[in-house]
């Protein structure tokens, strides 16, 4: 029953938008299929409770770092809101709070839980090698936010151990990662699987869309193929069309060659 309360709830919530935290998904499709607006192929009942699960120790974590006396700062004071940076008119990363240090500077605060596997993991080889997806991640906001570094903090769900790390700001890494944003805002991808039966499709988000051919509910400049994103945070159309779409057919990634 539990379950089937899950399966109710909807998420309709689009992010329509290329997000830090998804920017290291090692399939370009998948980002695209995202931030074009395609259906999401439902989370399972489990997988949600695991994201429900997360989000509560990051409050319990930010609650353990007051009460260490760390000054931590969740909301932009400008806003009220959690802190967010953009660039390029369509990528946009929401951090989990900035750390003021004794002499008033600013580092980039990410917290994230892990069962313990995955913690060990992370503690001998560095999040770098053990969880990239979560290095681009920061990588990504710091280079948004003009940071120089980022303290990472893994707690560990089986153990409640702590794990910290901190990750100085590459440009070389945040190049990288606007080279792979800039393909994804003109369409320009491949997907990272040759056909639909490749482990890395197993529990995509965006299954459905890629391989079943399952379309947006609206037929918008951005689901297709004839438009790209402009740095202006706009979409333009090779065929000259502006609000609505006349000669609409559905984005699709390159297949792998
Ligand atoms: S199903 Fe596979 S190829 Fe398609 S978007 Fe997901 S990971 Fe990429």
């Not at 890494?173 to 805002?185: G, H, N, R, S, T």
Request: proline share 4%; charged share 30%; aromatic share 10%.
């Amino acid at each position: 029953m539990i379950d089937e309360a899950y399966e109710r709830d909807s998420d309709d919530q689009e992010r329509l938008y290329i997000g830090a935290s998804g920017i290291g998904n090692a399939c370009p499709a998948a980002i695209s299929f995202g931030f074009r607006g395609f259906p999401e192929t439902p989370p399972k009942p489990r997988t949600k409770r695991i994201f429900r699960d997360g989000r509560r120790i990051e409050w319990d974590v930010i609650k353990d770092l007051k009460k260490a006396k760390v000054n931590v700062l969740e909301v932009d004071p400008l806003t009220g809101k959690q802190w967010e940076h953009r660039t390029c008119g369509h990528i946009i990363g929401h951090a989990d709070g900035l750390i003021e240090g004794a002499k008033g500077s600013l580092s980039l605060l990410e917290i994230k839980s892990m069962n313990d596997a995955r913690w060990k993991k992370c503690i001998k080889e560095g999040v770098k090698f053990s969880d990239r997806h979560y290095y681009d991640q920061v990588q990504l906001m710091m280079g948004m936010a003009s940071l120089e570094d980022c303290h990472f903090l893994f707690y560990n769900k089986n153990t409640s151990d702590y794990g910290h790390e901190v990750i100085p700001f590459s440009e070389f890494d945040y190049a990288a990662l606007l080279v792979k944003a800039e393909a994804i805002m003109r369409g320009d991808v491949q997907r990272i699987a040759e056909t639909e039966d490749d482990w890395r499709c197993r529990g995509c988000f965006r299954f459905d869309a890629c391989w079943c051919d399952e379309l947006p509910k609206r037929k918008t400049m951005r689901s297709c193929a004839n438009s790209v994103a402009e740095h202006d945070g706009s979409w333009s159309c090779a065929n000259g069309c502006t609000n609505e779409c006349k000669d609409w057919e559905p984005w699709r990634p390159k297949n792998r060659s």
